[in-house]
């Protein structure tokens, strides 16, 4: 086990929960980042005491920093401190837990140095898959997922001899705070009716796009990428009371799952553990007391972000981080109360059909397509 981790995101909720970890496990941590939560950012400084702290804000940054003058710590700002807090040699272990396109180049930076990375960030895979894990191969970099999903599968692939061994992998969805809705039905979805997840307990983001079912196109699109499967070996299937985390089929039939309650301590605490199981004193699975376990297709008309993410993941390049970019904006627009919740993957759609795709793409034609996507969902909004 590495004792040594950086926390990016350390603010939200992935982040809060691997800090909860840390704290059980006496782990030190030696960087914390975050976007611009001055007040948690401060707390947490002032428990973990990290060599550094970095606030993406640099106004927010330059607040942090008068509040822990006198304190052993630096306080950095920027995609420069994020890189940097990444970067840490003191730090053998990196969770990006950052949400959005924010956390790709701190995280490509980590992978670089051959650091473990205990993957939370989507955004690394979705949108620079082929990139990030072509460095990973070079630097030696450990990839562990930390998305309850991903890890699932990364559990039950242990011991697999190869893959060719495997048939598929099955990836559960919940279905979200919508499901067996139409889509006329899911149009005017209110902001509180859609971050009222019926399993878990995330950020707004993240709930968001489960209802919309975009969450499990990216999850979708980043398997492909960690377990180097192609897209007719991945299959989605809505499992309601998100007990059964994800599953593999072989070749010979045999489906392995795993399960566990929904709670995201138990993966992150696998994550940084790996290859060993620490003691969790997070309460077990009770099988007789769990209810009957259902299983069902997903329904891509009525939610039709699920399809635009799977379409993206044939094509490959850039058509996947104009999927994330458009997406982010159109979440935010939507978080903000400005669109309908049925306008999402309108506006999705939108920037796929106008951004031309470019293959074998660089990290720089990665950002641009990312950019534009954003702003072709800005312009819609303001009737461009």
Not at 274 to 302: I, K, M
Not at 334 to 347: R, S, V
Request: charged fraction near 20%; aromatic fraction near 4%.
């Amino acid at each position: 086990m590495r004792q040594a981790i950086t926390v990016l995101g350390s603010t939200g909720s992935i982040g809060r929960q691997t800090l909860d970890v840390c704290r059980q496990m006496g782990l030190q941590v030696e960087a914390l980042a975050a976007c611009r939560s001055v007040d948690l950012l401060e707390e947490q400084v002032r428990e973990f005491c990290p060599r550094l702290a970095v606030l993406y804000d640099m106004d927010a940054a330059a607040e942090l920093a008068r509040r822990l003058s006198g304190l052993p710590v630096r306080v950095a700002y920027g995609m420069e401190g994020l890189v940097e807090a990444a970067s840490l040699p003191e730090s053998g272990t990196v969770v990006t837990a950052m949400v959005g396109m924010v956390g790709l180049q701190p995280t490509l930076a980590a992978v670089r140095l051959g650091k473990r990375i205990a993957l939370a960030n989507k955004e690394t895979l979705v949108c620079a898959g082929e990139l990030v894990m072509a460095e990973a191969r070079r630097s030696g970099a450990e990839i562990v997922p930390v998305d309850s999903e991903h890890s699932a599968i990364f559990q039950c692939l242990q011991g697999c001899r190869g893959r060719e061994e495997v048939r598929r992998l099955i990836l559960t969805c919940s279905g979200g705070p919508f499901y067996g809705l139409s889509r006329q039905e899911v149009w005017g979805k209110t902001r509180q009716e859609a971050l009222r997840h019926p399993n878990w307990a995330m950020g707004a983001k993240i709930t968001i796009d489960c209802a919309t079912l975009m969450n499990k196109g990216l999850e979708f699109i980043e398997a492909m990428r960690l377990f180097r499967m192609p897209p007719e070996q991945v299959s989605v299937v809505i499992h309601r009371q998100s007990i059964i985390h994800s599953m593999v089929e072989f070749r010979d039939g045999a489906v392995l799952a795993q399960l566990g309650t929904p709670d995201m301590r138990l993966p992150i605490r696998y994550a940084l553990t790996y290859p060993a199981r620490a003691e969790s004193p997070a309460e077990p699975l009770d099988l007789l007391a769990c209810p009957p376990l259902t299983f069902g297709p997903p329904d891509r008309e009525a939610f039709p972000c699920l399809g635009l993410a799977m379409d993206c993941a044939r094509t490959g390049g850039t058509a996947c981080a104009v999927l994330n970019g458009a997406n982010e904006a159109a979440v935010g627009l939507f978080l903000e109360e400005k669109i309908p919740f049925g306008q999402i993957p309108e506006l999705v759609q939108r920037a796929l059909d106008r951004i031309p795709v470019q293959l074998n793409p660089g990290l720089e034609d990665i950002l641009e397509a990312d950019r534009a996507a954003r702003q072709i969902v800005c312009d819609s909004r303001r009737g461009g």
